[in-house]
T-cell receptor, first 111, second 112 residues
Framework: NAGVTQTPKFRVLKTGQSMTLLCAQD?????MYWYRQDPGMGLRLIHY???????AKGEVPDGYNVSRLKKQNFLLGLESAAPSQTSVYFC??????????FGSGTRLTVV | GENVEQHPSTLSVQEGDSAVIKCTYS??????FPWYKQELGKRPQLIID???NVGEKKDQRIAVTLNKTAKHFSLHITETQPEDSAVYFC???????????WGAGTKLIIKP
């Protein structure tokens, strides 16, 4: 089992460009989450999903969109990247009442 | 909503000594309390968790205790080693949407 796989691992964007981060899990988990982590800081929830076809806003959703068309995939989109979105993005999945499994992260730099 | 406070923000201990990190939560309905370890440049990884029907859980050098009355839980690491150096996050979850509410993290430094 691969667990939670994030692609890409690194990306540099110019201000105003768009991109999609992909998260895939092979554990048949219902719940999936996108977090951002700025240097020396904790985890802030961007969006989450409680099942296929559902999405909900987290703590810091502005500037991001998500989709969960298939149970195993959770996509995070940046429509018009800004330098403030420079961060490490983590995807996580969960079976419900239990621990999260995190992906290895995507390091995004917006210049 | 739930709020989780974590202390201290930085903890420096001598190798071989014990380390204790404490978290308090606000929602008495919270019933699941995991601890995550995040090494520099790596993903957070679950190291131990406890549910509200248990007061203490141990796994080798790591233990977690829960006091539901006081609404706090603690991570105990004994015989600390250099590889224990990392940031540790506590979290709490209620049964409703299974969303974890996170503490701010504790940077644990093990001095040789």
């Amino acid at each position: 089992n691969a667990g939670v796989t994030q692609t890409p691992k690194f990306r540099v964007l110019k201000t105003g460009q768009s991109m999609t981060l992909l998260c895939a899990q092979d554990m048949n988990h219902e719940y999936m989450y996108w977090y951002r982590q700025d240097p020396g800081m904790g985890l802030r929830l961007i969006h989450y999903s409680v099942g296929e076809g559902t999405t909900a806003k987290g703590e810091v959703p502005d500037g991001y969109n998500v989709s969960r068309l298939k149970k195993q995939n959770f996509l995070l989109g940046l429509e018009s990247a800004a330098p403030s979105q420079t961060s490490v993005y983590f995807c996580a999945s969960s079976p419900g009442q239990g621990g999260y499994t995190f992906g290895s992260g995507t390091r995004l730099t917006v210049v | 909503g739930e709020n989780v406070e974590q202390h201290p923000s930085t903890l420096s201990v001598q190798e071989g000594d014990s380390a204790v990190i404490k978290c308090t939560y606000s929602d008495s309905a919270s019933n699941y309390f995991p601890w995550y370890k995040q090494e520099l440049g790596k993903r957070p990884q679950l190291i131990i968790d406890i549910r509200s029907n248990v007061g203490e859980k141990k796994d080798q050098r790591i233990a977690v205790t829960l006091n539901k009355t006081a609404k706090h839980f603690s991570l105990h690491i004994t015989e600390t080693q250099p590889e224990d150096s990392a940031v540790y996050f506590c979290a709490a979850s209620t049964g409703g949407n299974y969303q974890l509410i996170w503490g701010a993290g504790t940077k644990l430094i093990i001095k040789p």
